[in-house]
Structures are given as structure tokens and as C-alpha cells.
């Protein structure tokens, strides 16, 4: 399964995960750097700031996600 783990960088602090959200897209051409940051920012709130926040792609299986 494909996931995607976010950061936001704090000044003070550096780069603080802010979480991890899982591709529910059966379609991979809809995957874009744009598509993620939204549905971060519909998640995580309106009032981040997408021009500091960074994602990774990982791979993971099931289990540890619904663990988390």
C-alpha cells in the first residue's frame, strides 16, 4: 500500500511529521504533488502553510496503518 508522509517545517524546531495518509486512488495518473498537498490541507486544516509542508512516498502494508 501506498502512503504518504507529511512534514511541516517549524524554525525552531525543523521538520515535525505531521502525519500519515494512506492512497485510496485506484487510478495512479490522478497522483500529483498538487492532488496530496490539497487533501493535506482539507485534512490537516486551512491554515497550513503548503509552500512548507513536504510529503514522502512510502510503501507500507495494511496492518501498521489501521495500527496507528
Do not use: H, Q
Amino acid at each position: 500500500m501506498i502512503a504518504y508522509e507529511l512534514y511541516l517545517y517549524d524554525p525552531i524546531n525543523g521538520y515535525r511529521l505531521l502525519g500519515i495518509l494512506p492512497e485510496r486512488r485506484r487510478n495512479p495518473k490522478r497522483v500529483t504533488k498538487r492532488s496530496v498537498l490539497n487533501w493535506a490541507e482539507k485534512y490537516f486544516g486551512t491554515d497550513l502553510n503548503l509552500k512548507e509542508v513536504f510529503f514522502l512516498e512510502v510503501r507500507t502494508d495494511r496492518e501498521s496503518i489501521r495500527a496507528s
